[in-house]
């Protein structure tokens, strides 16, 4: 059954203070006041997906917003050198309902979060469980239907 969805949008910076995005579509919750006003205080579905996807990487956070919902931690460009958005964890998935498949790309991933030899993600443990947990349970398709990870690999520039 499809649900609405909104668009969150993550600001990053890389170590050279290089911007790039991430973008991801979660259940539309916001019904009324209340919903919005415990959104603004960091409740919600997109937390989660966010705090997943910031466990991941090692880029600075800059703003989130979803819909007209902003937010800004300032923490400036990484001094961390492994920080380069061109080092990006791609997440294939699929709308569970259409059988659409998608990517997400999740740029300035932490190198300790690659098993040596391959450059495929193992979601077993850890942040990499995290995120896979946290992305089936809140994103949607744009199509407003469930989604399904369905594997993960780490590229370099224009991969």
Do not use: C
């Not at 190198?111 to 946290?134: C, H, I, V, W, Y």
């Amino acid at each position: 059954m499809a649900v609405a969805v909104m668009k969150v949008n993550m600001l990053m910076l890389d170590e050279t203070n290089e911007p790039t995005r991430i973008s991801f579509n979660v259940e539309d919750t916001i019904a009324d006041a209340a919903e919005w006003i415990a959104m603004f205080l960091g409740v919600g579905p997109y937390v989660q997906v966010r705090d997943a996807v910031i466990g991941v990487t090692d880029l600075g956070h800059q703003k989130t917003q979803a819909t007209n919902l902003v937010e800004a931690p300032s923490d400036g460009a990484p001094a961390v050198a492994t920080a380069q958005r061109e080092s990006v964890l791609r997440i294939f998935y699929q709308d569970t309902v259409t059988g659409k498949k998608y990517r997400l790309g999740i740029p300035g991933f932490k190198p300790a979060l690659r098993t040596a030899g391959t450059d495929q993600a193992s979601f077993a443990a850890g942040a990499m469980l995290t995120l896979k947990n946290e992305l089936e349970q809140n994103v949607f398709s744009e199509d407003g239907n469930p989604i399904v990870v369905l594997a993960g690999e780490f590229t370099g520039r224009n991969n």
